[in-house]
C-alpha cells in the first residue's frame, strides 16, 4: 500500500491508502522522495485553477528512485534516482512533433491534470524519466522541474548574453529567473519587488539593479539602460497590473515575457500601433518540458544555479495540511517542500 495525499475539495487534504501502483508496458515506478510544493498548487489548493480535477493527488515538482521497471522498458536502471518530466503529450500530434507538448490537445499534467507525487509511489511513463547522478541530494534535484520552466521562459524569449532583463517579482521563480540570466550572461539584471528582503537575497545572487518602491521602477530602468528601456522585461508574478507597467519598461523593439500566470479572463489593454511601430512583441511561455528538463538538470549537477536560497521549509507528507495552510505565512521561504523520503 502506499500513502497519498488527496485534495477532496480546495482547502482540504486527505491521507489515503492506496494499493501501490504496478507499471505497465513501457511505464515506471518511483518511489517519490521530494516533492516542492509550486505556485500552481496554491492556487489548485485555494480553488482558482484545476478545481474540476478533484478530487486528484498534486504535487509535480518531484524526484525519487527508480523502483521498478515495466515490459519493455529499456536504458533505465532499479535503484537510480530520478527526476520526471510531468508534462504527458500525446507524441504524433502536431504540437508533440515540433516539441510543443503544452499545446498538445491530449497533454496531461501530472499533478494538475491527473494524479501526481503527492505520495509514496508514482507511475510514469519511461520516456519521461530522466536519471540524475548519485551524488546529488533529493532536496536540489526537486528544484529541476521549476527550473526547467525559467530555462522554457529564457528560450522563448530568446535571451542572450548582454541583453539587458528586468524580472518583475524576486519570489521563488523571479529568483530563478535572476540564477539563469546571469549563467547566461544577461546584463544589466534589475529585479524589482515590493518586499525589500526580497530585492536584496536576489542582488546576493544576481541581479545587478534592485527597487522595491514601486514609484521608483520607472526611473530606475531607464537609468539602467541608458533610459532605452530593458531588451526583456519578465512578468514572473501574474499579476495584470505588473503586465501592463512591463509593456512601459521595454525599449523599443524589445518584449515581454509574459510567464506569471493571471486570473482566467484577465485582459491586457495593448497600445496596437506603439506595438507595430516599434516592433515590440508579447511571448508567453508557461511550463519547461523535454530538453527543458534536460537543461535544467545539467545546470543544478554543474553548479551553475545555487540551490540554498529554495532549502529552506520542509514539511514530512502527514503534515502537507499545515505546509499548505502555513504557505502564505512564511514569505522568507522561497521554497517549501514536502519529504516522502530519502
Known amino acids: 500500500m502506499t500513502r497519498a495525499a488527496v485534495l477532496s475539495k480546495p482547502g482540504h487534504f486527505e491521507m489515503q491508502e492506496r494499493p501501490t501502483p504496478t507499471p505497465g508496458r513501457g511505464e515506471v515506478l518511483i518511489r517519490v522522495a521530494r516533492v516542492g510544493i509550486c505556485g500552481t498548487d496554491i492556487h489548485i489548493f485555494n480553488g482558482h485553477y484545476a478545481t474540476d480535477n478533484l478530487p486528484m493527488i498534486p504535487g509535480h515538482e518531484f524526484t525519487g528512485t527508480i523502483e521498478a521497471l515495466g515490459p519493455d522498458v529499456t536504458g533505465l536502471r532499479l535503484g537510480d534516482k530520478a527526476v520526471v518530466d510531468t508534462n504527458v503529450g500525446c507524441g504524433t500530434c502536431y504540437w508533440c512533433r515540433r516539441s510543443e507538448i503544452l499545446n498538445c490537445p491530449d497533454m496531461r499534467q501530472m499533478g494538475i491534470s491527473m494524479d501526481g507525487a503527492f505520495a509514496e509511489y508514482i507511475v510514469v511513463p519511461a520516456r519521461l524519466v530522466i536519471p540524475a547522478p548519485a551524488h546529488m541530494p533529493f532536496e536540489v534535484l526537486a528544484l529541476t522541474e521549476p527550473l526547467a520552466c525559467v530555462v522554457r521562459a529564457a528560450r522563448k524569449a530568446d535571451v542572450s548574453f548582454g541583453q539587458s532583463v528586468a524580472v518583475l517579482g524576486a519570489g521563488p521563480i523571479g529568483h530563478l529567473h535572476v540564477q539563469l540570466l546571469r549563467t547566461i550572461g544577461a546584463a544589466p539584471i534589475i529585479v524589482t519587488d515590493i518586499?525589500?528582503?526580497?530585492?536584496?537575497?536576489?542582488?546576493?545572487?544576481?541581479?545587478?539593479?534592485?527597487?522595491?518602491?514601486?514609484?521608483?521602477?520607472?526611473?530606475?530602468?531607464?537609468?539602467?539602460?541608458?533610459?532605452?528601456?530593458?531588451?526583456i522585461v519578465i512578468e514572473s508574478v501574474g499579476l495584470p497590473a505588473l503586465y501592463?507597467?512591463?509593456?512601459?519598461?521595454?525599449?523599443?523593439?524589445?518584449?515581454?515575457?509574459?510567464?506569471?500566470?493571471?486570473?482566467?479572463?484577465?485582459?491586457?489593454?495593448?497600445?496596437?500601433?506603439?506595438?507595430?511601430?516599434?516592433?515590440?512583441?508579447?511571448?508567453?511561455?508557461?511550463?519547461?518540458?523535454?530538453?527543458?528538463?534536460?537543461?535544467?538538470?545539467?545546470?543544478?549537477?554543474h553548479g551553475r544555479i545555487d540551490p540554498a536560497p529554495f532549502l529552506g521549509a520542509e514539511y514530512p507528507l502527514k503534515d502537507i495540511q499545515t505546509a499548505f495552510d502555513t504557505f502564505g505565512d512564511r514569505p522568507d521561504d522561497l521554497k517549501t517542500q514536502i519529504v516522502m523520503s530519502d
Open 195 to 231: 518586499s525589500p528582503d526580497r530585492v536584496a537575497l536576489a542582488l546576493r545572487h544576481g541581479a545587478d539593479v534592485g527597487v522595491s518602491d514601486p514609484a521608483d521602477v520607472k526611473a530606475c530602468v531607464m537609468q539602467a539602460t541608458e533610459g532605452r528601456g530593458a531588451d
Open 244 to 301: 501592463q507597467q512591463a509593456l512601459h519598461l521595454i525599449r523599443k523593439g524589445g518584449h515581454v515575457a509574459a510567464f506569471g500566470l493571471t486570473g482566467a479572463g484577465e485582459v491586457l489593454p495593448v497600445d496596437i500601433l506603439t506595438t507595430i511601430l516599434q516592433e515590440n512583441s508579447i511571448k508567453g511561455s508557461v511550463a519547461g518540458s523535454g530538453q527543458d528538463m534536460h537543461d535544467a538538470l545539467n545546470f543544478l549537477v
